[in-house]
């Protein structure tokens, strides 16, 4: 053979060895690229979840989970809205001064913009989760008087459409506010604060 066929052969030789060395790599580099990534587990307990809210009708709820918590949207209608200062007087903490929620909630409303309500939907007694009794009256099952709001049948604690505590019940305080701010008109974003002036 001459050294001409001798160092074609070398060049294809290492052409392939070269070639099948850089896939090798490639699949070693996989596993530890791959370990870098945060875990689907890691980013349900920390991240951000962005919520569509345009279809989501008058007096309805949305539910969605952040950090593992089920977390409650509402669009309310405005008796809804109108309802919240008839209940000062029988709701434990009517200006939530003992509640978590974010400086941007601590209104009347409990919220960015009155119409939308954004509630963590953990009770604050043992950690059950209410049922929503969003509408008043006896259609509700919860008497001719009530205005709306939730019901934790565990114990029997009642809150109101802005996640106020009423009085004499186990829960100690309103349910949590998470933080959450606006992307736009039709979408959330829980888990990332509203910044200041923005709404």
Same mark, same amino acid.
């Given at each position: 053979? &001459?050294? /001409?066929?001798?160092?074609?052969? *070398?060049?294809?030789?290492?052409? =392939?060895?070269?070639?099948?060395?850089?896939?090798?790599?490639?699949?070693?580099? =996989?596993?530890?690229?791959?370990?870098?990534?945060?875990?689907?587990?890691?980013?349900?307990?920390?991240?951000? =979840? @962005?919520?569509?809210? &345009?279809?989501?009708? @008058?007096?309805?709820?949305?539910?969605?989970?952040?950090?593992?918590?089920?977390?409650?949207?509402? &669009?309310?209608?405005? @008796?809804?809205? /109108?309802?919240?200062?008839?209940?000062?007087?029988?709701?434990?903490?009517?200006?939530?001064?003992? &509640?978590?929620?974010?400086?941007?909630?601590?209104? $009347?409303?409990? $919220?960015?913009?009155?119409?939308?309500?954004?509630?963590?939907?953990?009770?604050?007694?043992?950690?059950?989760?209410?049922?929503?009794?969003?509408?008043?009256?006896? $259609?509700?099952?919860?008497?001719?008087?009530?205005?709306?709001?939730?019901?934790?049948?565990?114990?029997?604690?009642?809150?109101?459409?802005? %996640? *106020?505590?009423?009085?004499?019940?186990?829960?100690?305080?309103?349910? /949590?506010?998470?933080?959450?701010?606006?992307?736009?008109?039709?979408?959330?974003?829980?888990?990332?604060?509203?910044?200041? %002036?923005?709404?």
């Amino acid at each position: 053979m &001459s050294n /001409d066929g001798v160092n074609r052969t *070398r060049r294809q030789l290492i052409g =392939v060895t070269a070639g099948l060395g850089a896939i090798g790599t490639g699949f070693a580099a =996989v596993p530890f690229v791959l370990s870098m990534t945060p875990s689907a587990r890691a980013r349900a307990a920390g991240a951000p =979840v @962005e919520v569509d809210i &345009s279809k989501l009708a @008058e007096g309805q709820m949305l539910t969605v989970e952040w950090r593992g918590k089920p977390v409650w949207i509402v &669009s309310r209608t405005p @008796e809804m809205i /109108d309802s919240l200062k008839n209940l000062d007087a029988i709701v434990a903490d009517p200006d939530s001064a003992k &509640s978590i929620q974010p400086d941007y909630a601590k209104n $009347a409303s409990r $919220a960015i913009k009155d119409k939308y309500l954004v509630l963590v939907g953990i009770c604050t007694h043992l950690g059950c989760s209410p049922l929503a009794k969003l509408q008043a009256g006896a $259609a509700s099952g919860m008497g001719d008087d009530w205005l709306g709001g939730f019901f934790c049948p565990c114990h029997g604690s009642k809150f109101d459409l802005a %996640g *106020r505590v009423y009085k004499n019940v186990p829960a100690p305080t309103n349910l /949590d506010v998470p933080p959450y701010s606006y992307v736009s008109d039709t979408r959330l974003m829980i888990g990332v604060d509203q910044k200041e %002036g923005a709404a």
